[in-house]
């Protein structure tokens, strides 16, 4: 019978094998999500994004303050937050009449051409200190073991690097507020211990992140 | 019920007192995500995580239905496909088959049109509607909080009537939040409080399985210590309860194992979270304690292979001695790194003996990747068998010929 517990002597060999094991599994999980995606159509999803560009960017970059860039985002990330727009679980009064009408074939092309971009930092004005607060609150409240290490999002949790602080803190505080859609329920519970300023200080630590 | 609530009141008050006298920890971490909580920090590094659900179905022409194998003189093919997360199946009066989601919100309809299947959403945005039950013309679906119906549904499918909320004093936790729904022999509406963790000591208002009456009224528990029950049946003859639960995760590859459990009369307690498999105290919770306190398991159905859908087979198109065997639907590990489940499995009683207890369809998992996962039955009325799979969005049914 084996069980995974590990010895504490072998620690750095377990945490490389460790980080090989989890490369591998995400280069099974990309495979996998290419394999499962094979009907999306990033091509197709460029011209279907054509009206989204006035505020998402037409490379899905945003530069309006206050509305999200989804370049880079995850492909289960889009489409499970256009679904949630489609049957009204999260609302938004410019961008829910956008996803009344889109089919499931619509989302997945989006989610596809999102997911191709190349994300560019927000040029939000970051807080050092607030910042440096922020990034030990990362730690503390175990952000990375779902957001990735670099908070750079995977399946259906959001890339939040770089994101336009005052989304975040809007989204932040929404899920404190327990307002904010969720899809399980693991962000609200995440954001239940945050204070105001705990909120502030993450936000400005993600906003600055590459 | 009113019982029910004062517990409710006097949990939720003991929480706020709790937060009140014990200042915040500064440097203390905080709760990790249910799925890594009880994770010992050893492995802390582990790439092992819930599998994602996909957003979307896939497409009828991508099934791999070919991949699925069932005994000789079984055949298994695609019934429903496009059924976003399908989950619970329950038959309406008229043919029609209700099945539910979990994280898609939706609960849709399947009308049979002969050689195809007619897919209709019902109802949308709901808090993970996975229980679904039907009963003398209305449809009750539960959310993780509360238990609403739907009257005369059937005749109105394209137009679906207003949800009449039935009993709502659940408690809101999401994790194991999300309830199987089923009419016991007795009438009364069965569904579990899973444990809102992966391992604690839960409140005394969590990880059982309860009944209320159809009209919200006369809640009481039936079985305590059940982390999470997603799946349950009666047994034809004995009309005794069977029940599936997920084990608690991170204690290791091969235990503890998921169990499958008989619970004749109110008032057992199987062990969670003080004894797992019904010979395992728990590192922490185990302390002080003996598994001889707690029922034990009728069958160990295997570490972290998730059984949800139990059912007992009463149809006459399979061979006779398929009669009163269960079938267990199991949607397949993620806290172990050789997957296993990803089939249906089915148990014959045996009379003071461990069930005989073995594989009837597989192929869901390719190598180390699964494409499907098979997480209810539900037996038809010529006797054949549907199987959702919530992962590939798609039912199927087996039927057999001699």
């Known amino acids: 019978m084996t069980t995974p517990a590990r010895s504490t002597a072998s620690a750095t060999r377990s945490k490389l094998i460790g980080f090989v094991f989890t490369a591998a599994l995400l280069a099974a999980i990309l495979a996998a999500g290419s394999v499962r995606a094979s009907a999306a159509d990033a091509e197709a999803g460029r011209r279907k994004a054509e009206p989204c560009a006035a505020c998402h960017g037409p490379d899905g970059n945003a530069t309006i303050p206050g509305t999200p860039s989804l370049a880079g985002q995850p492909t289960y990330f889009t489409h499970w937050q256009l679904i949630k727009f489609r049957d009204g679980r999260r609302k938004d009064a410019q961008m829910s009449p956008f996803a009344e009408n889109l089919s499931d074939d619509d989302m997945a092309d989006l989610a596809a051409f999102y997911a191709a971009q190349t994300p560019r930092r927000r040029p939000s004005s970051v807080d050092a200190a607030k910042a440096a607060a922020g990034a030990e609150l990362v730690a503390r409240h175990h952000c990375s073991s779902c957001h990735m290490p670099n908070l750079e999002g995977q399946k259906q949790m959001a890339r939040l690097a770089g994101q336009d602080l005052t989304y975040l803190l809007r989204l932040l505080r929404g899920f404190k507020a327990q307002t904010a859609s969720d899809l399980d329920g693991t962000m609200t519970m995440a954001a239940q211990p945050l204070t105001a300023d705990e909120i502030e200080s993450l936000a400005h630590y993600i906003a600055g992140l590459p | ?402």
Request: aromatic share 12%.
């Open chain 2, 1 to 402: 019920m009113r019982r029910f609530v004062v517990i409710v009141l006097a949990v939720s008050l003991l929480g706020a007192l709790t937060t009140w006298f014990i200042p915040a920890q500064a440097q203390q971490p905080a709760a990790p995500p249910t799925w890594k909580q009880g994770q010992p920090a050893e492995l802390a590094g582990s790439p092992l995580a819930p599998i994602a659900q996909p957003p979307a179905p896939l497409p009828a022409a991508e099934i791999p239905v070919n991949k699925l194998k069932v005994p000789p003189g079984f055949r298994i093919e695609l019934w429903a496909s496009g059924i976003n997360n399908a989950r619970a199946m329950t038959w309406g009066d008229k043919g029609t088959l209700f099945v539910s989601s979990r994280v898609a919100g939706n609960v849709y309809a399947v009308v049979d049109k002969g050689g195809s299947r007619e897919v209709k959403t019902i109802a949308k945005g709901l808090n993970l509607p996975n229980g679904v039950a039907f009963k003398d013309g209305t449809l009750y679906i539960a959310e993780v909080s509360k238990i609403s119906k739907m009257e005369g549904i059937e005749s109105k499918l394209d137009s679906p009537p207003q949800m009449v909320t039935v009993f709502e004093t659940l408690p809101k936790d999401l994790p194991h939040g999300w309830k199987y729904l089923a009419f016991g022999p007795d009438g009364k509406l069965y569904f579990n409080i899973g444990a809102p963790c992966n391992i604690c000591l839960p409140p005394d208002t969590h990880a059982n399985i309860s009944r209320i009456n159809p009209d919200g009224t006369g809640f009481e528990y039936w079985a305590h210590g059940v982390r999470n029950s997603v799946g349950f049946d009666w047994h034809p003859v004995t009309k005794e309860l069977y029940f599936t639960t997920h084990a608690r995760d991170w204690l290791g590859e091969d235990v503890p194992s998921d169990r499958l459990d008989v619970a004749p009369k109110k008032g057992l307690h199987f062990g969670y979270p003080f004894c797992h498999q019904g010979d395992i105290l728990d590192p922490e919770f185990g302390k002080g304690r003996a598994c001889a306190e707690f029922a034990a398991p009728l069958l160990k159905t295997g570490p972290h292979i998730a059984g949800n859908g139990v059912e007992f087979y009463t149809g006459s198109m399979f061979p006779a001695d398929y009669k009163n065997r269960m079938f267990l639907a199991q949607r397949g590990s993620w806290n172990r790194t050789q997957k296993i489940g990803f089939r249906v499995a089915m148990a014959t009683l045996k009379a003071g003996d461990v069930p005989k207890y073995e594989t009837f369809a597989e192929g869901w998992l390719q190598g180390d990747q699964p494409w499907g996962r098979p997480v209810y039955t539900k037996q038809m009325k010529d006797g054949s068998l549907l199987i959702a799979d919530d992962y590939a969005g798609a039912i199927y049914r087996v039927s057999y010929s001699k």
